[in-house]
């Protein structure tokens, strides 16, 4: 029985899931102590908040069921917490595509917005009928994701062939893209939408009748957001995980981001399969954001010169939290969007502000971030007692010999 729990205990999926839960846990109870130690610094927040804080926050988006009962929409709230999933759940898998094959892609809120981008231009640019809608559709995603793909391409392309450090060029390329993103909207007025006195805001793709298929989730979730973009999410994570687990690419994408020169000693092009993971990872993030914006809810706004999309960097905590486990990130997503919906609750049902709230979030996200280290330590003391089993093990071959030398010359004797 010990055997089997040492056995169960020793596999990859088990270490993760139990660092991750180890990080949230420690985000918690962080977060309640900063709780905690505002309400005793101030005079207007009681203690007793401090523990109510807690609560709405591990509620999540049932929280304002104790104080609204009935009166809450309460599958309109879970419905936009999917809805909202989606995105961050394409944009982890982008980082942690890009961690399994040793590179780390800051660059996914450029290529989040070079993927917006292309999908509202291509739903805008060509006339659509009820009929051709869907179509139009399936093509403004495509264009969106080979947005991405060539913006991840060129951190890609400058690590594999100039060797110069990913991250630094990824920095660069974000900001390029907030720039040209905005500098081509502004330009083509005529994909801006400028009713009521808005001013640099994308015309939504409803307009155009180019909007992601509901497939009747809206009558589930009614009154939300929510269309079948968390399902393709969830798809694209599987085949991600079927692709650099069960496939000889995959294998060659880890093998290169391991020990690039290790891979090439074995015949493989590691160049290629650094420029490739680049490109998936940009993909993916660009994809993210189709589904987002081809929906007749969020509002883009192109005056992204002055702030990167958060999406973008939350794809990072996303793909810690996951191990960088393609099907880890899918819960690790909606997970971090729950705690996120907790926070949101928190400055209304209490005495705590939103900036309160939102350091609290923080909190627990940054914590996100201790799930690979942890991980490393389980797999350190792994290995660290198996190398004391197999000392003790040798010591007691080498002391066999003696002892069956002993008795023979006794036997003689």
């Known amino acids: 029985m010990k055997k089997w729990i040492r056995s169960f205990f020793a596999k990859e999926g088990i270490k993760s899931v139990i660092s991750s839960l180890l990080c949230i846990l420690g985000g918690m109870l962080v ?20 523990f109510k804080g807690l609560r709405i926050i591990l509620s999540g988006p049932f929280a304002p069921l104790a104080t609204s009962g009935s009166n809450i929409n309460i599958m309109r709230i879970l419905g936009n917490m999917l809805f909202q999933a989606a995105p961050l759940l394409m944009t982890g898998l982008s980082v942690a595509i890009a961690f399994k094959t040793g590179l780390f892609n800051i660059g996914a809120p450029g290529q989040f917005l070079m993927g917006a981008m292309g999908a509202i231009i291509t739903a805008h640019s060509i006339p659509t009928t009820p009929q051709t809608a869907i179509f139009v559709w399936i093509l403004a995603v495509a264009v969106g994701t080979v947005c991405g793909m060539i913006w991840g391409l060129i951190p890609g392309f400058f690590k594999a062939i100039l060797n110069v450090n990913e991250v630094i060029v990824c920095i660069m390329t974000n900001w390029i893209a ?19 006195g808005r001013t640099m805001y994308a015309l939504k793709t409803s307009v155009n009748g180019v909007t992601t298929p509901k497939l009747g989730l809206d009558q589930i979730f009614k009154g939300s957001d929510i269309d079948i973009g968390i399902l393709i999410a969830i798809a694209v994570a599987i085949i991600m995980f079927i692709m650099m687990s069960k496939t000889i690419f995959g294998y ?4 290169s981001g391991y020990n690039k020169h290790a891979a090439k000693y074995a015949g493989m092009n590691e160049k290629r399969s650094i ?35 958060a999406y973008g960097f939350n794809g990072i905590p996303v793909a810690l939290l996951a191990s960088s486990n393609p099907l880890g990130v899918i819960f690790s997503s909606v997970f971090l969007r729950y705690v996120d919906l907790g926070g949101y609750y928190l400055s209304g049902m209490t005495n705590y502000n939103e900036y309160v709230s939102d350091m609290i979030v923080a909190v627990i996200v940054y914590f996100a971030g201790f799930s690979m280290l942890i991980k490393m330590l389980l797999s350190r003391r792994k290995a660290a007692k198996a190398a004391k089993a197999q000392e003790k093990a040798q010591i007691a071959e080498e002391e066999q010999p003696n002892t069956n030398t002993e008795e023979k010359e006794g036997k003689d004797q």
């Open 31 to 50: 977060g309640f102590l900063v709780l905690l130690v505002i309400a005793l610094v101030s005079d207007d927040i009681p203690v007793a908040h401090a």
């Open 178 to 196: 907030a720039n040209l993103v905005s500098w081509v909207f502004s330009a083509n007025r005529q994909f801006t939408d400028s009713s009521s």
């Open 252 to 255: 060659e994408l880890k093998a």
């Open 275 to 309: 420029m490739l993971s680049m490109a998936i990872a940009g993909g993916l993030a660009a994809m993210g954001a189709t589904l987002y914006y081809l929906n007749a809810g969020p509002d883009f706004t192109w005056d992204t010169y002055n702030k990167l999309p």
